[in-house]
């Protein structure tokens, strides 16, 4: 089974602060994924990386920004966390696809909190 | 800007009965579809994907395809309390091996 893990379940941060979500899968995907999901809005992706030090653009990207040092890693920074961004934050990954999507599987999520 | 479309629900069903979840899509040319099951507070679980028009099935599950109609399902048979939770239907995204989700539909299943 592909496991992806968050580093934290909970956090709670203060404005201002740099935060690091940490993501790792253990299934040799290429594609990694940083959604956030907020009631009434879904999903949204934020970024996602098909490569190691790739990293693309979401529909959200700002005030965020990822690294993917090494393949099976992919984190995400909050620069300087502001109260919007308190929200659930969902890790996916995915193997790459021919023609086709393949599925991606996510990790349980941190849900994340800025006072 | 690619959009897929779920009614938010609730859709509620008695114990037994088969659950009917839908969805549209606005891009024609999107070749991979997914439903996955989300319970409150927990992250997207994947039941299925479809990639060809017509019906695929899965234990109590069935996904059903229309391309020429942009629409795709998820039937759920013998729907248990269980299986109540949000039901989300992802669709090819606008960027490489991304999906664009839609809202989901809140199943109910009552004893």
């Known amino acids: 089974d592909v496991k992806v893990t968050q580093s934290s379940r909970y956090l709670v941060k203060r404005t201002g602060e740099k935060v690091f979500l940490e993501c790792v899968q253990d299934?040799?995907?290429?594609?990694m994924f940083w959604y956030r999901q907020d009631p009434g809005l879904g999903l949204r992706l934020i970024y996602f990386?098909?490569?190691?030090?790739?990293?693309e653009k979401g529909d959200i990207p700002e005030g965020y920004s990822v690294s993917r040092e090494k393949k099976e890693r992919f984190s995400l920074i909050l620069e300087s966390a502001s109260t919007n961004q308190t929200s659930m934050y969902l890790c996916?990954?995915?193997?790459?696809?021919?023609?086709?999507?393949?599925?991606?599987?996510f990790g349980d999520g941190t849900r994340l909190s800025i006072l | 800007q690619k959009e897929v479309e779920q009614n938010s629900g609730p859709l509620s069903v008695p114990e037994g009965a088969i659950a009917s979840l839908n969805c549209t899509y606005s891009?024609?040319?999107?070749?991979?579809f997914f439903w996955y099951r989300q319970y409150s507070g927990k992250s997207p679980e994947l039941i299925m994907f479809?990639?060809?028009?017509g019906d695929k099935e899965d234990g109590r599950f069935t996904a059903q395809l229309n391309k020429a109609s942009q629409y795709v399902s998820l039937l759920i048979r013998d729907s248990q309390p269980s299986d109540s939770a949000t039901y989300l239907c992802?669709?090819?995204?606008?960027?490489?091996?991304?999906?664009?989700f839609g809202k989901g539909t809140m199943l109910l299943v009552s004893p």
């Open positions: 996916a990954s995915s193997p790459r696809g021919v023609g086709v999507n393949q599925p991606q599987h």
């Open positions: 299934m040799d995907h290429e594609n």
């Open positions: 990386s098909y490569d190691v030090k790739m990293k």
């Open positions: 891009d024609r040319g999107s070749q991979s």
């Open positions: 479809i990639y060809s028009n």
């Open positions: 992802a669709v090819t995204g606008p960027g490489y091996s991304t999906l664009t």
